[in-house]
């Protein structure tokens, strides 16, 4: 499942980072907070691993 959004991205890469341990947990907010309790490593690989070119910065709510 690619990305839809280069913001959904960088939080897919943050929350990644805290599940390799790269990072703490506690430094999450948001949306990684949440991608990271409800999603795999998996997953987040997935979305993380989404390219960005072409992408928008947030996606329309439309």
């Not at 959004?5 to 991205?9: C, D, P």
């Not at 999603?39 to 998996?42: T, V």
């Given at each position: 499942?690619?990305?839809k959004?280069?913001?959904?991205?960088k939080a897919?890469?943050?929350a990644l980072a805290a599940k390799r341990g790269d990072i703490k947990v506690g430094e999450l907010k948001?949306?990684?907070?949440s991608m990271y309790d409800s999603?795999?490593?998996?997953e987040l690989d997935?979305?993380?691993?989404t390219k960005?070119?072409?992408k928008p910065e947030h996606?329309?709510?439309s």
């Open positions: 499942m690619p990305a959004s280069q913001a959904q991205q897919a890469g943050a948001g949306a990684s907070r999603m795999s490593q998996k997935e979305l993380a691993s960005r070119k072409g996606k329309s709510s």
